[in-house]
């Protein structure tokens, strides 16, 4: 954050600026808005390393009390079209912290194994530990949106989901996972822009899925579910924040300062010594 004498360049904190309401229209979001941020990219860049360098310093904390016996964690999950970001999300926000200190995973195509298993079962293993700040890249929220759409089970399955998974996060925030659930939006014509790249950058080959160019067609049907996923799952306890994404300068600060608030919120201080330190400090003077 700016110094006490600097004016932040936030006119209002990214929690507040992002969170989802009952009035969240998907067709609406413009995914080039900068919601609450009043900079440009240059001063984004420059908070990125700045908030980041505090994030990792809030995220040692948890980690440490974690290994103190403070069974809480956070849990990050990224949802968004594909090209929003997801990955850059967690190499260049989720970058700055230590790497011991998180659980990640991402959810692809389920496994045979995983198709035996109720939907929730693989995400389930992935839940962060205690002091971990788990990210998910992709999750439970594939069942209610590719699954949806594609139609890979009946309706009268998928719209059950809805409250199952609601159960569900219940559940984890009971038992002290913080869960910050982002959907990360990016318009049609930079999501062109961006495939584009894939196809013309020998680097970017890997990333490029030819399946992707047939979602394009799919995206008024994803609105739907993603309007459905934002109105059925939209808890107090597990939040959905609705991240523009098409410039990435201004949803990586974003996705940082929305961590940076959870973690605050957890009100960490540096766990006490489990030993006598006067008399540590004794013994090592004398060792
Ligand atoms: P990414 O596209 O994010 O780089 P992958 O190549 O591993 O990652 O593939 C993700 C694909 O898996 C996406 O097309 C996504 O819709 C699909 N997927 C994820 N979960 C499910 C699911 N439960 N059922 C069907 N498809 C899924």
Excluded at 25 to 45: H, W
Excluded at 263 to 280: G, S
Aim: glycine share 8%; proline share 6%.
């Amino acid at each position: 954050m700016p110094k006490d004498d600097e004016k932040s360049p936030w006119s209002m904190p990214a929690v507040e600026a992002l969170r989802a309401g009952p009035d969240t229209r998907v067709e609406d979001i413009d995914a080039n808005a900068t919601p609450g941020f009043e900079g440009g990219k240059e001063l984004g860049a420059q908070l990125l390393e700045e908030r980041g360098a505090y994030l990792s310093g809030l995220q040692e904390r948890l980690y440490a009390n974690g290994r103190t016996g403070d069974r809480r964690s956070v849990l990050l999950v990224l949802q968004g079209m594909d090209t929003a970001g997801k990955g850059g999300m967690v190499r260049h926000v989720i970058g700055h912290v230590d790497p011991q200190g998180v659980d990640h995973a991402s959810f692809g195509v389920p496994t045979p194994e995983e198709k035996q298993h109720h939907y929730l079962w693989r995400i389930s293993k992935e839940l962060p530990r205690a002091g971990q700040l788990g990210v998910f890249d992709r999750s439970h929220y594939e069942d209610v949106l590719v699954v949806r759409v594609h139609n890979l089970v009946p309706e009268s399955v998928w719209s059950t989901r809805y409250d199952e998974i609601n159960q569900f996060e219940r559940e984890i925030v009971d038992s002290g996972t913080t869960i910050v659930k982002v959907a990360m939006f990016v318009s049609l014509d930079e999501q062109k822009k961006r495939l584009a790249e894939r196809l013309e950058r020998p680097d970017k080959h890997w990333k490029y899925n030819p399946s992707d160019v047939g979602e394009r067609a799919l995206w008024p049907d994803y609105q739907e579910a993603y309007q459905a996923m934002l109105d059925r799952t939209n808890t107090d306890y597990a939040p959905w924040y609705v991240v523009p994404c098409n410039r990435k300068w201004y949803s990586r600060i974003a996705v940082g300062e929305l961590l940076i608030d959870a973690l605050e919120r957890l009100d960490l201080d540096w766990p006490a010594p489990t030993f006598d330190l006067e008399l540590e400090k004794q013994r090592l003077a004398q060792a």
